[in-house]
């Protein structure tokens, strides 16, 4: 699907500060289809004010996820892949308007650090299996099993909003950007970093296989 036009800031602007920084990582792990979310054994790193600054500013802004098109043809694929998915997902979000606020987000949120939409959900399968409220033995939270030190490293310190919906997302997908970034755009060592196992294969074979579900 073509990159469509969103009401948001620029998407690559913000990251390309993110080389050189200090390595770091962020344990979010959990097993395909598991019950329990089971974080990474991460280890929280400092990073160079450059980069904290970077990703910082990639977090802030909290807009509504409101989609914008540049023609038509933008918006018809976007409600295509929009009722294709929400299909796939009516198991594991029953409600419809509930689950149409869930893939906008992750619409939104995804393309605005530059992810594709298919990855994003792909990890958050493999990560919370659509929990919103899951917890790690580690202490991640939420969709995308973000650290609580996140938000103080790069937000205000108020590891609660881990538990909002788009919160979540935006740390998430700017974390996921952030290591692609840093593993000069390696996917499969990015998403190891994300996990907290970098190099290893099981995490980063279950994310890239939990892709092509929701591939449209």
């Avoid at 929990?131 to 973000?146: C, L």
């Amino acid at each position: 699907m073509k990159t469509d036009h969103l009401k948001m800031p620029g998407r690559r602007q913000v990251f390309k500060t993110l080389m050189g920084v200090l390595p770091s990582s962020a344990g979010l792990g959990v097993l395909l289809f598991q019950e329990h979310a089971w974080a990474g054994r991460q280890a929280e790193e400092p990073l160079i004010d450059s980069v904290r600054t970077a990703l910082s500013s990639a977090i802030a802004n909290h807009a509504p996820p409101i989609p914008e098109f540049s023609d038509t043809e933008a918006r018809l694929t976007y409600l295509r892949w929009l009722g294709a998915t929400s299909e796939r997902l009516k198991k594991k979000k029953a409600d419809f308007d509930t689950r149409k606020e869930f893939l906008q987000s992750v619409w939104y949120e995804s393309r605005r650090a530059g992810l594709d939409v298919s990855l994003v959900l792909g990890l958050i399968q493999v990560e919370s299996n659509f929990r919103k409220y899951a917890v790690s033995s580690a202490g991640a939270r939420g969709y995308m099993q973000v650290m609580p030190f996140w938000t103080r490293v790069i937000g205000d310190g108020d590891a609660g909003k881990l538990f909002h919906m788009q919160t979540n997302l935006r740390f998430g997908c700017v974390i996921l950007r952030h290591y692609l970034e840093r593993e000069n755009g390696n996917l499969f060592l990015a998403l190891g970093r994300y996990n907290g196992s970098r190099g290893q294969a099981p995490y980063p074979n279950a994310v890239l296989g939990a892709r092509r579900v929701w591939e449209v």
